[in-house]
């Protein structure tokens, strides 16, 4: 039982490039969702997803597009990545309950 | 106003202390309450839950106050182990039923 993983761990961008984060969970959970961290800011919500088949803004959805392939995984994906882009992104999921379990975190930096 | 607001800290305690941080959220309509603990450059990993009837574990107490719109973390006897930062979740803070984060409350244990 691996819970929440997320690849890659480590990631170096140039500016314009686009790369997708991938992301799978193996708890049977509904809702999946993808956060950004910075420091002094906290989490942000990008988007999530609340079942398969269904995607919606977060806090800050802008540069990024999402796909939830089906229960068990949900793509983030930087079309044109930018300087601003350089951060920590967790996936999630939760289940029934609303706890949430986090991936392990990939580290972009785009340069 | 911010929707979930901690006290940032960092809060410097010696090894067994007791320590007490609260979380304050907007919306009187929230339903769902949680404690995480994040370690320097992990994952955020699910405490406890905050039930309204208050609950324990072990050296960790949670409380809700609903008149006063806030969830307390108390924790007891503090180890070094316990040094993290420690972030409030609050499930409907913003209206829907996603998870707000506050932004964290660092803890420092010394010896």
């Given at each position: ?111 | ?50 039930y309204s009837s ?10 809700l ?47």
């Open positions: 039982n691996a819970g929440v993983t997320q690849t890659p761990k480590f990631q170096v961008l140039k500016t314009g490039q686009s790369m997708t984060l991938q992301c799978a969970q193996d708890m049977n959970h509904n809702s999946m969702y993808w956060y950004r961290q910075d420091p002094g800011m906290g989490l942000r919500l990008i988007y999530y997803s609340a079942s398969e088949g269904t995607t919606d803004k977060g806090e800050v959805p802008n540069g990024y597009n999402v796909s939830r392939l089906n229960k068990r995984e949900f793509s983030l994906r930087l079309e044109s990545a930018a300087p601003s882009q350089t951060s920590v992104y967790f996936c999630a999921s939760s289940g029934s309950y609303n706890e949430q379990f986090f991936g392990p975190g990939t580290r972009l930096t785009v340069l | 106003r911010k929707e979930v607001e901690q006290d940032p800290g960092p809060f410097n305690v010696p090894e067994g202390a007791t320590v007490a941080f609260n979380c304050t959220y907007s919306n009187s309509a929230s339903q769902s309450f949680f404690w995480y603990r994040q370690d320097c450059r992990k994952e955020p990993k699910l405490l406890m839950s905050v208050g609950n324990e574990d072990g050296r960790f107490t949670a409380q106050n609903r008149a006063s719109q806030y969830i307390s973390l108390l924790i007891r006897d503090s180890k070094l182990s316990d040094s993290a930062t420690y972030l409030c979740v609050v499930n409907g803070a913003g209206g829907s039923y996603i998870p707000t984060f506050g932004r964290g409350t660092s803890l420092i244990v010394h010896p």
